[in-house]
């Protein structure tokens, strides 16, 4: 099943009087449980097309459909909600908050999404989640006591708590070496596939293109191959 289509993204930057021309018609489709990775030289647009994706940034053209609905067409409210309840983000740093615990972190995610569970519930969830990325044991640190690793581990666990539909990744393993980096990918292809998530995922980093279903290749605002 197609759950995610981007067809004919465009984008135009307005700097002064120049006009710069970053996506010049994009066009791609994701079926649920598998990761797309997005690779390509810096500047080709692939943050770009991801936060357009993801609904942080609106394109200048064309249609980003999920699920059947046209998210070019909603309102900010709109996709607001379908930021909080459907999607979840993880970035090149983990963009924890300094003064939450581990386990706080991802309750104020279940807040965010307007979780109905119950704060029992929501309670056991973070811990089925923290054990799941591996770092129940440390519930109650906070992340200036965290590794880089361990770190991006719970960005992972917030990224899913509230069990979105669509995953989205800008460079998740940049800030990490390899042993971290592979970890983290294995990770991420292990919750998409056991959650049926939709990915979509940009690296430069060629070894993490095997944990990927597809590969796509951005160059000057273009899909190459
Ligand atoms: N908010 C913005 N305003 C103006 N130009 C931008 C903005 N965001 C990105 N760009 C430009 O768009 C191009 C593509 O950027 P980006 O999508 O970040 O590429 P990548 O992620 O592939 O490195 C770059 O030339 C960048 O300078
Ligand atoms: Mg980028």
Excluded: C, W
Excluded at 43 to 49: A, I, P, Q, V
Aim: charged content about 25%; proline content about 2%.
């Amino acid at each position: 099943m197609t759950t995610f289509t981007i067809q004919d993204v465009r984008k135009t930057f307005t700097n002064g009087e120049v006009n710069e021309q970053v996506l010049n018609g994009i066009n791609l489709s994701q079926q649920q449980g598998e990761i797309t990775a997005l690779v390509g030289a810096s500047g080709s647009g692939k943050s770009t097309l991801l936060t357009i994706a993801a609904g942080l940034q609106r394109a200048s053209g064309g249609q980003v459909i999920f699920e059947g609905k046209n998210m070019t067409d909603m309102t900010q409210e709109g996709i607001r909600k379908i930021r909080a309840s459907q999607f979840g983000f993880i970035f090149q740093s983990s963009h924890l908050v300094p003064f939450l615990t581990v386990e706080d972190q991802l309750m104020l995610m279940l807040h965010v999404s307007e979780t109905k569970m119950s704060k029992r519930e929501q309670k056991e969830e973070v811990i089925k989640v923290l054990k799941l990325v591996g770092m129940d044991h440390r519930k109650d640190a906070y992340p200036a006591s965290l590794s880089g690793g361990e770190k991006q581990r719970v960005a992972i666990g917030r990224a899913i708590i509230h069990k979105p539909k669509m995953l989205f990744a800008d460079e998740p393993t940049a800030s990490l070496d390899s042993k971290r980096s592979k970890d983290v990918m294995i990770l991420i292809r292990n919750l998409t596939k056991e959650f049926n998530i939709t990915t979509l995922l940009v690296t430069h980093d060629e070894e993490m293109l095997s944990y990927a279903d597809h590969v796509i290749t951005m160059k000057d605002g273009l899909i190459i191959y």
